[in-house]
């Protein structure tokens, strides 16, 4: 019988590769790579960086989640905004996919 792990993503090591500021965009640019058992969720990474930069996580817009088969090794790419209001105002909008464009 096999036993049910928690879903909790376990953690070994969390390094930033590469930080740098947009002005124009009030934001922060960070490249992180952690290793982790399996692939982290949005929420996950958002929490992630939240607790090593000391920022809300509402602040942040993950945007990419790189991983490579049979490695766990995870490379994410995010934005930190300075605000939530900054953050609503420079990212993209996500399109509504049950309305029809109109014809």
Same mark, same amino acid.
């Given at each position: =019988?096999?036993? +049910?792990? *928690?879903? $909790?993503?376990? =953690? ?5 590769? %590469?930080? #740098? ?9 960070? &490249? ?6 399996? &692939?982290?969720?949005? %929420? *996950? ?13 509402? &602040?942040? *817009?993950? !945007? #990419?989640?790189?991983? +490579?088969?049979?490695?766990? &090794?995870? !490379?994410?790419?995010? $934005? ?7 953050? %609503? ?6 399109? *509504?996919?049950?309305?029809?464009? !109109?014809?």
């Amino acid at each position: =019988m096999q036993l +049910k792990q *928690d879903n $909790h993503l376990k =953690m070994e090591n969390i390094k930033i590769i %590469e930080e #740098k500021e947009n002005p124009l965009f009030s934001r922060k640019e960070i &490249t992180l790579e952690i290793s982790a058992e399996i &692939t982290p969720k949005r %929420e *996950d990474a958002e929490k992630i960086i939240s607790e090593k930069k000391s920022v809300l996580a509402e &602040t942040i *817009d993950i !945007k #990419k989640i790189f991983g +490579k088969f049979g490695s766990k &090794t995870f !490379k994410i790419i995010a $934005h930190i905004y300075s605000s939530k209001d900054e953050k %609503e105002k420079n990212s993209p909008k996500k399109l *509504d996919k049950s309305k029809k464009p !109109k014809e």
